[in-house]
Nanobody
Framework: QVQVAESGGGLVQAGGSLRLSCTVS????????MGWFHQAPGKERDVISC????????YYADSVKGRFTISRDNAKNTLYLQMNSLKPEDTAMYYC????????????????????WGQGTQVTVSS
């Protein structure tokens, strides 16, 4: 059984940083691209970042480009999202997901590419 679990969310002031982690079990981690999504209250869930199986390909939504960094440690079956210069509009539930394939869809990954999802971790940025 595949399990995906996010951690690292919390409350932070604007301008601060957080690092989210996502551990995956039950699948061959380095066979899969991985993604981070977020969903603010009343809004749709959107992809914010994706990383290919090797880490050689990455995607960032314009809203987070230059502030967030996605990375992975295949030896630890763990995905990370380093979030810097956080803004109140980053407040959302953040989800980790495993792609069905090894690469990120070009030009923009889509939710239906991802077959395994975590329960999410809340990030709240106060102004």
């Amino acid at each position: 059984q595949v399990q995906v679990a996010e951690s690292g969310g919390g409350l932070v002031q604007a301008g601060g940083s957080l690092r989210l982690s996502c551990t995956v079990s039950g699948l061959t981690f380095d066979d899969h691209a991985m993604g981070w999504f977020h969903q603010a209250p009343g809004k749709e869930r959107d992809v914010i970042s994706c990383i290919s199986w090797s880490g050689g390909q990455t995607y960032y939504a314009d809203s987070v480009k230059g502030r967030f960094t996605i990375s992975r440690d295949n030896a630890k079956n763990t995905l990370y999202l380093q979030m810097n210069s956080l803004k109140p509009e980053d407040t959302a539930m953040y989800y980790c997901a495993a792609d069905r394939g090894a690469g990120c869809r070009v030009p923009i990954p889509v939710e239906t590419d991802f077959g395994y999802w975590g329960q999410g971790t809340q990030v709240t940025v106060s102004s």
